[in-house]
């Protein structure tokens, strides 16, 4: 008991003599992707979004009740409506771009999932390597953003690579972006190989081809599997419902579609879905599609 009260009496009469007391143990906290925003195209940064961003807490993802799961694919961890994490969630304001950037290497895939508050969704998502050296990117269109939110696989072998993601839209029509990074397996992503083996046999579209595929009403949801045998791989994959009602449109290219393969949930709310595959390369460059229900 004396030897306390000597210690508090120093500690009172030496600023610095905190340094020979007990100090409560720091919690370290890894964090395996740094997100970094940069101009909206009117010379000004954009800020972070606050607390109170519509986007980012009241959103139409916090505002969803429960959905039925896959079974049986192993992939239950895949970013939907009602498992994003509503804080992971970030602005992208109209004209303005944001990247994520991986620090650690041994991170082979993330997890894409772009949705706004009911109004048109205009993005381009592009997959960095090094400087100048972009071996995937994709153009994204949905009609409404709410209802049909973007979900998408994307590799990222080699390690050291980043995420970008530029809203074409207007300043009216912002999007609220989320890229959660599979570190060795932790988010239960899966590699495209396991996917494989879990769906149907992959249908070979030739250069300039076009593969349609229909879906009952009680189809809530469809995943789309699309790779090549090492080749490049370009192509536009659009979701209809209706004669020429497009819906969502995806256009994609890929530097190696072995070893980045390109994988895609679609949400298909109501009658009357259509997916159509088409093979935007020449004649030399067919790729391997696989197209079926996941909820």
């Not at 210690?7 to 905190?18: E, H, Q, T």
């Not at 999932?113 to 997959?127: I, Q």
Request: glycine share 10%; charged share 20%.
């Amino acid at each position: 008991m004396k030897i306390y009260c000597h210690l508090v009496a120093l500690a009172a009469f030496f600023p610095n003599a905190a340094a020979f007391l007990v100090q409560a143990p720091s919690t370290a906290k890894t964090v395996s992707m740094n997100s970094f925003t940069y101009g909206n195209g009117d010379g000004n940064t954009a800020t972070a979004p606050s607390a109170m961003d519509p986007l980012v807490t009241g959103g139409p993802s916090s505002a969803r009740g429960p959905t039925s799961r896959p079974e049986g694919n192993g992939d239950g961890a895949l970013i939907d409506r009602t498992t994003v994490d509503t804080s992971s969630l970030v602005a992208v304001q109209g004209d303005s771009l944001r990247t994520w950037a991986f620090t650690t290497p041994t991170i082979e895939r993330v997890q894409v999932f772009l949705e706004t508050d009911g109004r048109p969704l205009n993005a381009n998502v592009e997959l960095w390597q090094g400087p100048d050296n972009t071996p995937q990117k994709m153009g994204v269109y949905i009609e409404d953003g709410s209802q049909r939110p973007f979900r998408a696989v994307i590799e990222t072998p080699r390690g050291y690579n980043a995420i970008a993601v530029r809203n074409t839209g207007q300043m009216e029509f912002p999007l609220a972006a989320s890229v959660v990074a599979d570190d060795e397996g932790s988010a239960g992503v899966g590699s495209i190989e396991e996917r494989l083996s879990g769906m149907a046999e992959p249908k070979t579209l030739q250069g300039g081809a076009v593969r349609t595929y229909a879906f009952d009403p009680y189809v809530e949801s469809v995943q789309v599997l699309l790779k090549t045998d090492g080749r490049p791989l370009n192509s536009r994959i659009e979701l209809l419902q209706g004669p020429n009602n497009l819906k969502q449109v995806i256009e994609v290219y890929t530097e190696d579609g072995m070893e980045r393969p390109f994988f895609l949930v679609f949400e298909t709310p109501g009658t009357g879905n259509v997916v159509r595959i088409v093979n935007t390369a020449t004649l030399e460059y067919p790729l391997s599609a696989v197209v079926e229900p996941y909820i």
